[in-house]
T-cell receptor
Framework: AQSVTQPDIHITVSEGASLELRCNYSYGATPYLFWYVQSPGQGLQLLLKYFSGDTLVQGIKGFEAEFKRSQSSFNLRKPSVHWSDAAEYFCAALRSGGGADGLTFGKGTHLIIQP | DAGVIQSPRHEVTEMGQEVTLRCKPISGHNSLFWYRQTMMRGLELLIYFNNNVPIDDSGMPEDRFSAKMPNASFSTLKIQPSEPRDSAVYFC????????????FGQGTRLTVV
């Protein structure tokens, strides 16, 4: 079955420190991959996406993610976090090749920023 | 573009009552998705439509749940009768198949059934 795994439920990072959120997927073929962010009481906002090509993708708010086929991973990174980055982060996957499938989401990682 | 618009933002209802959630997708998007978010189960896909046609409703939890998309700019998710365990945040999302397939989400409807 298709699945997305985010192994860390909570992560605490000091403001100004670097961040890496982990995501692994299990699909028959490499899916399209996404990272979304959700602030309290808000909907999900797309941070970045990977379809093909360059394995390092840049997103909004200074985030980037690296696709590693050998590890079935798509980890999200940021060199220096800000207090406003505190939120819930979701990794998601979509079967590639077209069609109107729905996204499969990981359980999310709650990011806490320490002053 | 105004994005995906959901209404109401909050709904409190009594057990046994009918609840209708509404969604207006982004203009030009031809796929629409309904998700449910709870602490226990995370984000679950309930149903999705392509060109107004339901494609997969296997995520709909029970017959009490139904969804319609009468035209390209409107969809409803109905729960009848509602139960306390239906309390959750319900999200609508839309995307454009054939192009860049990322989904855009509405702000959600927080449903509380008492």
């Amino acid at each position: 079955a298709q699945s997305v795994t985010q192994p860390d439920i909570h992560i605490t990072v000091s403001e100004g420190a670097s961040l890496e959120l982990r995501c692994n997927y299990s699909y028959g073929a490499t899916p399209y991959l996404f990272w979304y962010v959700q602030s309290p009481g808000q909907g999900l906002q797309l941070l970045l996406k990977y379809f093909s090509g360059d394995t390092l993708v840049q997103g909004i708010k200074g985030f980037e993610a690296e696709f590693k086929r050998s590890q079935s991973s798509f980890n999200l990174r940021k060199p220096s976090v800000h207090w406003s980055d505190a939120a819930e982060y979701f990794c998601a996957a979509l079967r590639s090749g077209g069609g109107a499938d729905g996204l499969t989401f990981g359980k999310g990682t709650h990011l806490i920023i320490q002053p | 573009d105004a994005g995906v618009i959901q209404s109401p933002r909050h709904e409190v209802t009594e057990m046994g009552q009918e609840v209708t959630l509404r969604c207006k997708p982004i203009s030009g998007h031809n796929s629409l998705f309904w998700y449910r978010q709870t602490m226990m189960r995370g984000l679950e896909l309930l149903i999705y439509f392509n060109n107004n046609v339901p494609i997969d409703d296997s995520g709909m939890p029970e017959d009490r749940f139904s969804a319609k998309m009468p035209n390209a700019s409107f969809s409803t998710l109905k729960i009848q009768p509602s139960e306390p365990r239906d309390s959750a945040v319900y999200f609508c999302a839309s995307s454009r198949t054939g192009g860049s397939p990322e989904a855009f989400f509405g702000q959600g409807t927080r449903l509380t059934v008492v």
